[in-house]
């Protein structure tokens, strides 16, 4: 099979393109070694040079893995960076609903494994933030982001207090897209008003141990915001979450690494 391409980086692209969509179809078992460069170069008919940056480039995704002397092992079918591209491109309605979901099992987790310090954690954070109120009790004008950062320090203690390494792992990469919307929604006066007690009955359900007291908490804190999403786009559930006209909702965000785009916007408190 020939692979045409206009230029040296785009045949490289074209080739990382074909060996991804082999892995993804089963060509090569995950932990089986994949042909080598030669066998590639002659089925893809490219040069040795095009396999080999193209491998570089699956290498580094985290699909493949090389050990010296052995050859090129299959690590993972799927590209981690085409799931980050599949949330990037959520509506913002999915990506409030991924926010629920990691929150409200944290939190389930938490009331069932936190230790004391994890609750000191949680509290220090919610008295940082309470000094970035006025006298109103609303976040301090001017002082949206360091209001910002100690919500979400609370939320990932709140995370970190289920002792799941993968869950806080990926609740703190998805952290800085919360964090960035919730900026965005604190100028906007569509979306509700983040109530301190909220955090505080989350807190106190976490610590009663009850995993489902501490998720029916984790998911009433972010039952507003979900509303107020709703009503903005006309839609309930069942509906499309995509804004009218492709207009920018209030607290659209991009994800982390990707400053501009504007896959949705998990905000709210």
């Not at 960035?180 to 929604?185: C, P, T």
């Not at 501490?214 to 107020?228: D, F, V, W």
């Amino acid at each position: 099979m020939a692979l045409r391409a206009a230029g040296r980086q785009s045949l490289v692209d074209t080739v990382v393109g074909e060996l991804r969509a082999q892995l993804a179809a089963g060509e090569w078992p995950v932990g089986e070694r994949i042909p080598t460069e030669h066998a590639l170069a002659e089925q893809l008919q490219v040069g040795r040079n095009t396999v080999r940056e193209a491998v570089r480039v699956l290498v580094h995704a985290g699909m493949l893995r090389s050990r010296q002397g052995e050859g090129t092992f299959v690590v993972a079918t799927a590209d981690p960076g085409e799931i980050v591209r599949g949330v990037q491109r959520a509506d913002v309605r999915d990506v409030l609903e991924l926010r629920i979901a990691l929150e409200a099992e944290g939190a389930r987790l938490a009331a069932l494994r936190h230790q004391p310090a994890d609750l000191e954690r949680m509290r220090a954070a919610l008295a940082a933030q309470a000094a970035f109120r006025d006298s109103r009790g609303r976040p301090t004008h001017g002082q949206y982001e360091l209001y910002a950062e100690h919500d979400i320090e609370f939320h990932i203690a709140v995370v970190d207090a289920a002792h799941n390494a993968a869950l806080s792992a990926t609740y703190a990469w998805f952290s800085s897209s919360v964090r960035d919307a919730l900026v965005a929604s604190l100028h906007d006066h569509h979306m509700p008003r983040i109530h301190e007690t909220d955090h505080h009955d989350l807190v106190d359900a976490i610590a009663t141990g009850d995993p489902q007291t501490a998720e029916r908490a984790a998911r009433a804190l972010l039952a507003k915001p979900k509303r107020a999403v709703e009503a903005l786009l006309g839609t309930g559930d069942g509906g499309s979450a995509q804004p009218p006209g492709g207009a920018q909702l209030p607290g659209d965000a991009g994800l982390p690494g990707e400053a501009g785009s504007s896959p949705g916007s998990p905000s709210g408190g």
